[in-house]
C-alpha cells in the first residue's frame, strides 16, 4: 500500500517537475501543506510559491492528499526526498538561463530516451559562449564554443597571423 | 843592618879573632913563661888590643865617614838620579807628545786621505749603482710594457668572448621571451576572440538557436554514448 502511495507521489510530482532542485522543491511544498492539514486541520497554502508551484498545487487532487495520514506521512516524505536524490540527474551547464518550458521540453525529449524519472540540472557559465557542457556521474563533456574555439586554436591564430597587415620591410627603410 | 853597624860588627869581630888567635898562640907558653913574660905578654896584648880598638874606631868612624859619605853620596846620587830621571821623563815625554801628535798628525791625514778615498769609491759605486738601477728600470718597463701589451691582449679576446657569450644569451633571452610574448599575444587574441563573441552571441543568438545548439548537444552525447 504504501508502495503504491510512494509511487504515486513520485509519479505526481516528475509529472510536472524536471529538474531535481524543482523536484525537491515541490516535495517541500507537499510536505509543508500536508503538515499544516494533518496537524492544524488547516489547507492554507505554504507562503512565497511560485505561480507554477501554486498551480500545481491547486491542481492536486484531494483523494491524492487524502492517502496521506499521521503514521505514513513522514516516512512518505523521507523515502521521496531520498529516490528523487537517487534518480538520474544530467547536468547541463548553460551559457543562459533555461527558462521551464524549454526545461520541461528537454527533460521529456531526455525521458523519452531513458526513461520517466529522469531529470536535468541546469548551472550557468557566461564563458560558455554558446552551446551547453554536459555532467554525467561526474563526466565533464564540453560542447560549447568555447570548446570549439580551443580545438580549433591554432588554426585560428595562423588565419589571424595569415591575415595580418604587411608593415614596411626593413631591408627597404635600411636602403634608404 | 846598615852599613856602618855592618862594618863596625866585622871590624869587631876581627879584633876579637887576632886576640884569640894570639891568646892561643901564647897560651901554651904562658905557662912556661914567668910573669914578666906574661906581663910583657898581657901589656902587648893589652896594647894591641887597644891598638885593635883604635884602629877599630878608626875604622868605625871611617865607616861611618863612609856610611855617611855613601849616605850623602846615595842621596846626592839619587837626587842627581831623579833629575836625570825627570829630565829624561821630560824629555822622553815630549819625545812621546811629538811622536803623539806626529802620529795623530799622521793618522788624520791618512783618515783624511781615506775619507777622501772612500768618497771617490762611494761616488764611483754610486754611479754604477745608478747606471745599474736605470738599466733595470729600463729593463723593467720594457718588459712591463712587454707583459701589459700581452695581457691586454688576452684581455681583449677574452672580453670580446665573454661579449659575444653575453649577446648570444641575451639573443637567446630576446627569442625565448619573444615566442613567450607571442604566445601570450596569442592566448589574448584568442581570449579577446572569446570575449566578443561572447558578447556579441548572447545579444544575438536568441533563444531557438540556443536551444538547437543544446539539443545538437543532447544528440551527440546521445550518439557518443555520453548518457548510460
New interface residues.
Given amino acids: 500500500m504504501e508502495d503504491t502511495t510512494l509511487n504515486n507521489l513520485l509519479q505526481t510530482i516528475l509529472e510536472t517537475s524536471f529538474t531535481q532542485m524543482q523536484a525537491l522543491a515541490r516535495l517541500r511544498i507537499l510536505k509543508e501543506t500536508l503538515m499544516a492539514k494533518l496537524f492544524t486541520a488547516s489547507l492554507a497554502p505554504p507562503i512565497n510559491l511560485t505561480p507554477s508551484d501554486k498551480q500545481w498545487l491547486d491542481g492536486l487532487d484531494v483523494k491524492f492528499l487524502d492517502q496521506f495520514n499521521h503514521k505514513n506521512f513522514s516516512t512518505l516524505i523521507e523515502l521521496s526526498e531520498k529516490e528523487i536524490k537517487k534518480m538520474p540527474t544530467l547536468t547541463v551547464v548553460l551559457p543562459f538561463e533555461l527558462p521551464e518550458k524549454e526545461a520541461r521540453e528537454t527533460t521529456n525529449r531526455l525521458r523519452n530516451d531513458y526513461g520517466k524519472t529522469f531529470l536535468i540540472e541546469t548551472k550557468y557559465d557566461r564563458s560558455l559562449i554558446a552551446g551547453p557542457a554536459l555532467i554525467w556521474k561526474g563526466v565533464y563533456k564540453d560542447y560549447s564554443l568555447r570548446q570549439k574555439i580551443e580545438e580549433k586554436k591554432e588554426k585560428l591564430l595562423q588565419m589571424f597571423q595569415s591575415s595580418k597587415p604587411q608593415g614596411p620591410n626593413p631591408k627597404e627603410l635600411k636602403n634608404e | 843592618m846598615s852599613l856602618p853597624t855592618v862594618i863596625f860588627a866585622t871590624t869587631t869581630i876581627l879584633a876579637l879573632f887576632l886576640y884569640w888567635s894570639e891568646y892561643r898562640r901564647y897560651r901554651k907558653p904562658l905557662r912556661d913563661y914567668n910573669e914578666a913574660s906574661i906581663r910583657e905578654t898581657q901589656e902587648k896584648s893589652y896594647g894591641l888590643l887597644h891598638q885593635a880598638i883604635r884602629k877599630a874606631q878608626t875604622l868605625m868612624g871611617a865607616a861611618e865617614l863612609e856610611s855617611l859619605k855613601m849616605v850623602s853620596d846615595s842621596r846626592y846620587e839619587s837626587r842627581k838620579l831623579e833629575k836625570e830621571y825627570e829630565k829624561q821623563f821630560a824629555a822622553a815625554l815630549t819625545r812621546l807628545e811629538t811622536n803623539f801628535s806626529n802620529e795623530v798628525l799622521g793618522a788624520e791625514k791618512e783618515f783624511i786621505q781615506y775619507l777622501a778615498d772612500l768618497k771617490v769609491r762611494s761616488e764611483q759605486t754610486q754611479n754604477l749603482v745608478s747606471d745599474y738601477t736605470q738599466k733595470r728600470t729600463v729593463d723593467l718597463f720594457e718588459r712591463f710594457e712587454q707583459n701589459l701589451a700581452g695581457f691586454l691582449t688576452q684581455t681583449q679576446q677574452q672580453s670580446t668572448e665573454a661579449v659575444q657569450l653575453e649577446l648570444k644569451a641575451a639573443r637567446q633571452l630576446i627569442d625565448t621571451y619573444k615566442v613567450q610574448q607571442l604566445a601570450l599575444i596569442?592566448e589574448s587574441?584568442?581570449a579577446m576572440?572569446?570575449r566578443t563573441?561572447?558578447l556579441v552571441?548572447?545579444k544575438k543568438?536568441s533563444?531557438e538557436?540556443?536551444?538547437d545548439?543544446?539539443?545538437?548537444?543532447?544528440e551527440?552525447?546521445?550518439a557518443?554514448k555520453?548518457?548510460?
Wanted: hydrophobic share 60%.
Fill in positions: 596569442d587574441i584568442i576572440l572569446e563573441l561572447s552571441l548572447e543568438l533563444l538557436d540556443n536551444m545548439l543544446v539539443n545538437e548537444a543532447l551527440k552525447a546521445k557518443e555520453l548518457i548510460i
